[in-house]
């Protein structure tokens, strides 16, 4: 069981928005580490998509959007495409584990 | 260009030991936060081990007394050494480098992934 909590899966159809929640604890986004998303499609390694909480590396659509409150953070996609099908993981800094923690991952799928 | 590339994966018995390599290019592994990050299958990622630029190295738990992770500057290469492995252990290890140089910083260099293989 991941300390960061993702549902397992979500889904819309092309064209619309869907949002991805992670939710950790005081010892880690409650404890202003800064939360990162991964995009993984199988065999391939994992992409970069929002760090910091809400910024995108270059190249990343503004379609994708993220945002952090509390003990809590959210990854937005607008617009969804086919190419979005993928597996997404938030990331981040865990003080009392004194390592990097995983979210057990969402995977999106677009109807 | 800047890459991490891994190797050193491969099928192996329970109980034995197998050590990876990850050799970077176009960064330093001295000078960046390198990790070890899996993925079992059917699985999410799930972070192994971290070696500070300072020198400073941390595990998982599910790691700790079994792999050691150390780096060769002059190679400028990132290892990780697996002993006692286990069944659990199976999975896509990949090399990722925390280029801004801090563990609170993201994951934004990654290698493709080596497998590694524990059955009897």
């Known amino acids: 069981q991941s300390v960061l909590t993702q549902p397992p899966s979500v889904s819309g159809a092309p064209g619309q928005r869907v949002t991805i929640s992670c939710t950790g604890s005081s010892s880690n986004i409650g404890a202003q580490y800064a939360v990162h998303w991964y995009q993984h499609l199988p065999g391939t390694a994992p992409k970069l998509l929002i760090f910091e909480n809400i910024h995108r590396p270059s190249g990343v659509p503004d379609r994708f959007s993220g945002s952090k409150s509390g003990i809590s953070a959210s990854l937005a996609i607008s617009g969804l495409q086919s190419e979005d099908e993928a597996d997404y993981y938030c990331q981040t800094y865990d003080s009392s584990l004194a390592g990097l923690i995983f979210g057990g991952g969402t995977k999106l799928t677009v109807l | 260009e800047v890459q991490l590339v891994e190797s050193g994966g491969g099928l192996i018995q329970p109980g034995e030991s197998l050590r990876l390599s990850c050799a970077a290019s176009?960064?330093?592994?001295?000078?960046?936060?390198m990790n070890w990050v899996r993925q079992a299958p059917g699985k999410g990622l799930e972070w192994v081990s971290i070696?500070?630029?300072?020198?400073?190295?941390y595990y998982a738990d599910s790691v700790k007394g079994r792999f050691t992770i150390s780096r060769d500057n002059s190679n400028n290469t990132l290892y990780l050494q697996m002993n006692s492995l286990r069944a659990e252990d199976t999975a896509i290890y990949y090399c990722?480098?925390?280029?801004?140089?801090?563990?609170?910083?993201?994951?934004?260099?990654w290698g493709q992934g080596t497998m590694v293989t524990v059955s009897s």
């Open positions: 176009g960064l330093s592994v001295s000078s960046n936060y």
């Open positions: 070696f500070y630029s300072g020198g400073n190295t």
């Open positions: 990722a480098a925390q280029s801004s140089g801090w563990y609170g910083e993201p994951l934004d260099i």
